[in-house]
């Protein structure tokens, strides 16, 4: 006989290849009067599921999951875990959960004609749909909070590398957007352990500056978004086209080019005048599949000239299943080995 003492019903979907795990079951009632209260309960009170659901055996490093909650102010209500940190803000993972609710019925063409509103700990985004003749989704435009560059050329310099450039760009997290070209990085999929090294490198040293002149909260860590801006010949029509490779951990990096990192750069180009506001940016991951941003309007936000961006990409289910942890489970809570 098999005796449980967790259970969880999750369906697994990926952005541009990277994971998105949403708990439909198994997540005690959270309480709270909005979307972070509830968050922060979980993180206090539950964060042994955390590493449960998305460390090894049962996820590995770079898995990302998402918690659907109630919402008193948008349709729905979701916050981001992953096995390190609690993200703010997950784009590909919103996108995911968008496909998720379509795969079990929740989300149709009659449901959600256009769109629907979702809340996360950054705020509330617009979850635009593309429907397809077959009542199948087609295609997702997530509408983020507010992105805008808050820093411009942080520098430091780097035992073996030399002096390194970087903007300080918020997404709904923070990102440290650094240009691989001089730094000899090559983006792709044979070159992912040197830039996972470097990257985290970069990341420890960049974050030490970032909070020593406050530029951040010390609770916060800018991840490193490394960016290879295309010839303007190999990205015909478009107002500008780059690859992303998104390094958050020396063990972990984004395979989707990054919502909300995407966000941030489309922030950066309009601040330093390389797109117009409406204006598109193509981001690529090493796997060769975009995401297509607009800029979409200007706003402000503390006192930053800021842009509302809005991310055009499309998620596909992989699995759905159920997590369990059998009783006397040496490894209980999972593992993570860097």
Same mark, same amino acid.
């Given at each position: 006989?098999? %005796? ?12 541009? !290849? ?13 309480? %709270? ?22 460390? $090894? ?5 770079? /898995? ?13 209500? #979701?916050?981001?875990?992953? +096995?390190?940190?609690?993200?703010? /803000?997950?784009?590909?993972?919103? @996108? ?55 820093? $411009? ?19 709904? /997290? ?6 691989? !070209? ?31 002149? %406050?530029? @951040?909260?010390?609770?916060? /860590? ?16 478009? #107002? ?8 958050? $951990? #020396?063990?972990?990096?984004?395979? +989707?080019?990054?919502?909300? !990192? ?27 599949? &975009?995401?297509?941003?607009? &800029?979409? &309007? ?8 800021? *842009?509302? *961006? $809005? ?7 992989? &699995?759905? +299943? ?5 009783? %006397? ?10």
């Amino acid at each position: 006989m098999l %005796g449980l003492d967790a259970s969880f019903s999750v369906v697994d979907s990926h952005t541009a !290849g990277h994971p998105t795990r949403v708990v439909l079951s198994g997540v005690p009632p959270l309480p %709270g009067d909005s979307v972070r209260a509830r968050r922060d309960h979980f993180r206090k009170h539950h964060d042994d599921l955390r590493p449960l659901l998305l460390h $090894e055996p049962r996820g590995h490093a770079a /898995m990302v999951g998402l918690v659907p909650v109630p919402s008193t102010i948008a349709d729905y209500g #979701a916050f981001f875990i992953s +096995s390190y940190v609690y993200l703010d /803000m997950c784009g590909h993972g919103t @996108i995911g959960y968008a496909r998720t609710l379509a795969a079990t019925g929740a989300l149709t063409r009659e449901i959600a004609p256009e769109r629907f509103s979702l809340e996360t700990p950054a705020g509330v985004v617009d979850v635009r749909l593309d429907w397809a003749a077959d009542g199948g989704l087609a295609g997702v435009r997530l509408r983020n909070v507010p992105s805008y560059l808050a820093a $411009e050329d942080v520098t430091i310099t780097l035992d073996g590398v030399g002096e390194v450039r970087a903007d300080l760009a918020y997404g709904g /997290m923070w990102y440290l957007l650094v240009d691989a !070209g001089p730094l000899g990085l090559a983006l792709d999929s044979e070159h992912v352990t040197p830039a996972l090294s470097l990257g985290s490198r970069l990341k420890a040293a960049f974050n030490d500056v970032l909070h020593a002149r %406050g530029l @951040i909260d010390p609770s916060d /860590m800018a991840s490193v978004l490394f960016y290879a801006d295309a010839d303007p010949a190999d990205a015909p029509g478009e #107002a500008a086209a780059a690859r992303h490779l998104l390094v958050l $951990e #020396a063990n972990k990096f984004d395979r +989707s080019p990054c919502g909300t !990192g995407t966000a941030a750069r489309t922030a950066q180009l309009v601040h330093r005048g390389r797109i117009p506001l409406g204006g598109t940016y193509r981001a690529e991951n090493l796997l060769g599949v &975009a995401f297509a941003a607009t &800029a979409a &309007a200007g706003t402000e936000v503390a006192g930053h000239r800021a *842009v509302i *961006v $809005e991310i055009a990409g499309n998620a596909h289910i992989i &699995a759905f +299943s159920t997590i369990v942890r059998e009783r %006397g489970d040496p490894l209980p809570t999972g593992f993570l080995c860097r």
